[in-house]
């Protein structure tokens, strides 16, 4: 898996970012037009929901920008330990977003089956080939954006990716309803945009959840702190861990870390091994923005 770059370059991974994320806006917006057009020319309710969705990621990944270009500012008096939270905060505003397009979806369909038969007509061929050809588009930028997500360990451009995930299953329930309708249940069109309604709403929530966890100084998981308590280890003249604390700052870890060293070394002997743990995890882990090590005598 490509290593984080934020670390070691605030520049690089905002252009990275900013180029995935206009990538995004350019296909996102011809494709909600294609698919816009497909559901009014061929009277597709689900397709024109589809299309809504797709317009709804192009404000998404807006977001992600100026959630982007907040978090790489450097530290300042009033934010000493940086700005990596916006990313957060950016992520939070897509969910909601993303769940009130969601809802209004759902809200249409369960009027429109409310109506009844009568008033629902077969949608055209044209809205059968838009929802396909959604299919493939979004999940390719599923894939696209979740590799340069996972490489710049960005939760908002995760967030970017699960939503285009979100559309490419919806777009498969939009296209299974438009061929129910065109079989001769018309009903099928409506519940599709019903089913679209949920799997919207349900990135919705998994992007607020990740989002509030990095949030409120959650610990790492147990697999990297004890990599951390590993990489600590290797400097030999560590004699133990006393305590090894983590949280997540947004995208960033802090790392509180007590060693016990030979309790007859001299200070600037103490002060050096704790300076070579530090650097020592810093190498290792790029994630790691700032590093606590207090010496205790054994």
């Not at 939270?85 to 809200?107: N, P, Q, S």
């Not at 947004?250 to 002997?269: A, F, P, Q």
């Amino acid at each position: 898996m490509p290593q984080p770059v934020r670390a070691s370059s605030p520049d690089a991974f905002e252009k990275t970012a900013t180029r995935v994320s206009l990538v995004s806006i350019a296909l996102n917006a011809v494709l909600s037009l294609f698919k816009l057009l497909a559901g009014v020319l061929a009277h597709s309710g689900a397709m024109i929901s589809d299309a809504v969705h797709s317009a709804s990621d192009v404000l998404s990944s807006i977001i992600v920008i100026v959630g982007v270009k907040l978090s790489v500012r450097e530290a300042d008096r009033e934010h000493p330990y940086g700005h990596e939270r916006f990313e957060c905060v950016a992520a939070i505003v897509l969910a909601v977003v993303l769940a009130y397009t969601g809802l209004m979806i759902g809200v249409g369909a369960v009027r429109t089956i409310g109506e009844g038969a009568a008033s629902q007509t077969v949608p055209g061929l044209l809205a059968l080939v838009a929802a396909a050809v959604s299919v493939v588009t979004k999940e390719g930028m599923f894939w696209y954006t979740r590799a340069h997500a996972r490489a710049l360990n960005s939760a908002s451009l995760m967030a970017s990716a699960w939503d285009h995930r979100s559309d490419a299953l919806s777009s498969v329930g939009a296209l299974v309803g438009i061929a129910g309708a065109r079989l001769g249940v018309p009903v099928m069109e409506p519940i599709a945009s019903l089913v679209i309604c949920l799997f919207i709403c349900k990135a919705a929530y998994d992007i607020f959840r990740d989002a509030m966890r990095k949030m409120v100084d959650r610990a790492c998981d147990a697999e990297t702190e004890a990599r951390l308590s590993a990489c600590v280890l290797e400097e030999s003249a560590v004699r133990g861990i006393d305590s090894l604390t983590t949280r997540e700052f947004g995208s960033r870890i802090y790392v509180d870390l007590e060693i016990r060293l030979d309790g007859s070394m001299t200070l600037c002997e103490s002060h050096a091994i704790a300076e070579s743990v530090h650097d020592r995890i810093e190498r290792a882990f790029p994630s790691v923005k700032h590093i606590m090590v207090h010496v205790n005598p054994d």
